[in-house]
């Protein structure tokens, strides 16, 4: 049984700061990466930014240069850390977690940019 959870989401102002954690636990062997993902109301769920084992990164377009996606391995741990958010950031963040070859969800934190 593997657990993903996810914090950090929140209101803020257009221009704001946020950090989103997201950590998984239970029984597997190895995380091959992890990502996260977003949905806003009436849309496709999105690659966010996603980060491998070894610490490669891919992040969308729309967020280049605001976000930066991080980990602690030991922890089962990582990071996004959104800088700043414009309103159109506004979502349901959903973290993804690979391990042992299977993807695991979170179940979502809102994140809401009020302009």
């Known amino acids: 049984q593997v657990q993903v959870v996810e914090s950090g989401g929140g209101l803020v102002q257009a221009g704001g700061s946020l950090k989103l954690s997201c950590t998984l636990s239970?029984?597997?062997?190895?995380?091959?990466?992890m990502g996260w993902y977003r949905q806003a109301p009436g849309k496709q769920r999105e690659l966010v930014a996603a980060i491998t084992r070894g610490g490669s990164t891919n992040y969308a377009d729309s967020v280049k240069g605001r976000f930066t996606i991080s980990r602690d391995n030991a922890k089962n741990t990582k990071y996004l850390q959104m800088n700043s958010l414009k309103p159109e950031d506004t979502a349901v963040y959903f973290c993804k977690g690979t391990a042992d070859g299977r993807d695991y969800w979170g179940q979502g934190t809102q994140v809401t940019v009020s302009s």
């Open positions: 239970g029984s597997f062997f190895s995380i091959n990466g």
